[in-house]
């Protein structure tokens, strides 16, 4: 890490500010303006990351006004979690139940989106999924946590449960899994067999759509399902507060704790 003096961690922040002030504006745009495109008959308040209004120079010289627009900030951060439960909520409580569905897509497609989504989504952000266990079904959840193994060399239940435990998940029994297991074998994704004491997974349809389904997938979901892992991989992500204040920082034991949390671990 790099030692700064007040002055110059004051420019890096108002940077940083700037930065995560650009992302919200342009990409929570983006989301609304295709969620309103499509799912907003489903859902017409969905909960939309704030925006987060900066004046440079009055950042650099005003401490109330500052302290007003970090403040900001904080609340933005939690409005991202908020908007991707939102949507994960929406798709698998109202979208993936609806006529609208039914009708842009086929029987098999509906079915492999059902996991492709999740996949898609919490397959990427395992720390978003350790904070939210309840918006997308457990059955599909196994299969975003642990798709890439299964296809690659097939999984024990217990290789998937030690899997599900890193999520922070309430105890699952094997006897649980197994019932679940056999629910995502009854939708032809994987098969099962018996390996010592315990059963063995193995893919056997790949989450893939149909031809005529990835087109309509890319034009009408593909943008919105994009979203949760574009805007926490930019917006979570402060890698320019890496840096250590100097000795000379007012609290700086505090701030330097705050600092490699919020440089490092993302959402927390």
């Known amino acids: 890490m790099t030692y700064v003096p007040e002055d110059d961690f004051l420019d890096k922040l108002v940077e940083v500010v700037h930065k995560l002030s650009n992302i919200v504006k342009t990409q929570s745009y983006r989301f609304k303006t295709k969620w309103d495109n499509y799912l907003k008959p489903l859902n017409e308040k969905p909960h939309i990351v704030r925006q987060i209004p900066l004046d440079k120079e009055k950042f650099l010289e005003e401490i109330d006004y500052r302290i007003q627009v970090l403040k900001t900030v904080e609340q933005a951060v939690v409005d991202g979690f908020y908007c991707i439960k939102t949507l994960l909520q929406t798709l698998y409580q109202s979208y993936f139940d609806s006529e609208l569905f039914k009708k842009d897509f086929s029987e098999e497609d509906q079915l492999?989106?059902?996991?492709?989504?999740?996949?898609?989504i919490l397959g990427n952000l395992i720390q978003f999924n350790k904070l939210d266990h309840e918006s997308v079904p457990l059955k599909y959840?196994?299969?975003?946590?642990?798709?890439?193994?299964?296809?690659?060399?097939?999984q024990t239940d217990i290789e998937i449960l030690d899997?599900?435990?890193k999520l922070n998940l309430r105890e699952i029994k094997v006897s649980e899994l197994n019932k679940l297991m056999k629910e995502i074998k009854a939708d032809g994704i994987i098969n099962i067999t018996k390996k010592d004491k315990n059963y063995f997974y193995e893919l056997n349809k790949e989450l893939e759509l149909s031809n005529e389904g990835s087109q309509r997938y890319n034009v009408i979901l593909r943008p919105l399902i994009d979203f949760p892992t574009s805007f926490w991989r930019s917006f979570y992500n402060i890698r320019e507060l890496n840096v250590t204040p100097?000795?000379?920082?007012?609290?700086?034991?505090?701030?330097?704790?705050?600092?490699i949390k919020s440089a490092t671990q993302g959402y927390a």
């Open 112 to 120: 492999i989106l059902k996991y492709l989504v999740a996949k898609e």
């Open 141 to 154: 959840n196994i299969i975003a946590r642990n798709y890439t193994l299964i296809k690659m060399k097939g």
């Open 163 to 165: 899997s599900l435990k």
């Open 246 to 259: 100097d000795k000379n920082f007012k609290y700086r034991d505090f701030l330097l704790k705050v600092l």
